[in-house]
Every structure is written in C-alpha cells, then in structure tokens.
T-cell receptor
Framework: DGGITQSPKYLFRKEGQNVTLSCEQNLNHDAMYWYRQDPGQGLRLIYYSHIVNDFQKGDIAEGYSVSREKKESFPLTVTSAQKNPTAFYHC???????????FGNGTRLTVT | GENVEQHPSTLSVQEGDSAVIKCTYSDSASNYFPWYKQELGKGPQLIIDIRSNVGEKKDQRIAVTLNKTAKHFSLHITETQPEDSAVYFCAASRKSGGGADGLTFGKGTHLIIQP
C-alpha cells in the first residue's frame, strides 16, 4: 500500500535537546509538508518542499529545521530554540503543489 | 493573510440526522476549499473539496456548498452514522491555483454521533 509513514508515534524528550521526526512516503509525490497541530487548533504549516534539495518556510518555521535529500524523505528537526515544542506533528505530501494533501498518522512529541 | 473561521467547535447529533459545519474565509482570492476528516489517532484525510467555479459538490452522503459573495462554505452530512464521529477541518487556499502550500485551516469541529 502506498502512503506516508511517520515514526515514532509517540516521542518524549527533555527540554534543551534537539529531536528529529521521520517522514517517508512511497507515493512518488514531489511536494512534502510539515504541519503542527495543537489541541483545539487547526493545522499550521511549518515547512514545505516542492523538490529535492529545496524547501521553504511556512507560517511557523522558527525553532524548526528540515532537509530534503531524497524525494521520499522529509525529516523535521525540532530544535531547543522552539519555545513550545509539545504538539502533534503531521507530515503530508501532494503530487504537485496544487493537488490534494495526503497525511501520515502523526507523531505526538512531548518535551518536559 | 488568509483567516478561516470554523463553527461550531463541537456538534452533537442523533444518528440518522443531518450535520452542518460552516466556515468563513477572509481572502477573496481564495479559490480552493477542501474538507478533511481526522479520526482518533490518525492523520487528516481529504473527504471532499470544491473549487470556486462551482457552487455545490456532492459525494454520496456528503456535500459542500460555496458562497463566494459571502465568503463562506459549508459541509453537509446526511443520514449520519457512528463512523462519522471525528474532527472535521475546513481549509482555504490563498494562493492562485489552489496550492496545498497555500492552505489555511480552520480550528476543527468535533462531530459526535449519538446512538
């Protein structure tokens, strides 16, 4: 089955540590995205990439970094500079920038 | 930038009744309006979308209506079933062409289907 795999489902870190969230897709999609979801809030765009080795900041990029070395992979690093990192993080992809999003099942990050 | 308001935040209906979720948007240039369903522990899944050149779109028990003049769009679910219980998100694309990277999401509606 084609889809998006995010791992792990739950992640715990101590404050001050960087942490990398994995996202892999086998849909052969060009575009990939990272969204943050807080309780009672909509999805907010962190970073997106339309092509390998290129990515753009979204609405809330501060404290995050990404890389796009392979078409199928778009890892997100939550750095110690992110003031409120505890949240659900969703990775998504689309065939092109103007086609519907396909989401993974998310990673719940808890920082204490 | 675009602002999307979604109401209500929680909606409880009896099984078999209809449910309506409403969204308004601020950017008159927005022209793509998808709806996503998020079940517990899963990522959002696209259930229906509409572009601005269409006023209504239907897919079995689900329909979406768009009023560009008033800048609002609505999701209608008829003959609700227990499996319809989920959080529903509306979104609007503020970029011409409806790019996924131009999407602004509403805050979500928790739909509860009472048996």
């Amino acid at each position: 089955d084609g889809g998006i795999t995010q791992s792990p489902k739950y992640l715990f870190r101590k404050e001050g540590q960087n942490v990398t969230l994995s996202c892999e897709q086998n849909l052969n999609h060009d575009a990939m995205y990272w969204y943050r979801q807080d309780p009672g809030q909509g999805l907010r765009l962190i970073y997106y990439s339309h092509i390998v080795n290129d990515f753009q900041k979204g609405d809330i990029a501060e404290g995050y970094s990404v890389s796009r070395e392979k078409k199928e992979s778009f890892p997100l690093t939550v750095t110690s500079a992110q003031k409120n990192p505890t949240a659900f993080y969703h990775c998504a992809s689309s065939d092109r920038g103007n086609s519907p999003l396909h989401f993974g099942n998310g990673t719940r990050l808890t920082v204490t | 930038g675009e602002n999307v308001e979604q109401h209500p935040s929680t909606l409880s209906v009896q099984e078999g009744d209809s449910a309506v979720i409403k969204c308004t948007y601020s950017d008159s240039a927005s022209n793509y309006f998808p709806w996503y369903k998020q079940e517990l522990g899963k990522g959002p899944q696209l259930i229906i979308d509409i572009r601005s050149n269409v006023g209504e779109k239907k897919d079995q028990r689900i329909a979406v209506t768009l009023n560009k003049t008033a800048k609002h769009f609505s999701l209608h679910i008829t003959e609700t079933q227990p499996e319809d219980s989920a959080v529903y998100f509306c979104a609007a694309s503020r970029k011409s062409g409806g790019g996924a990277d131009g999407l602004t999401f509403g805050k979500g509606t928790h739909l509860i289907i009472q048996p």
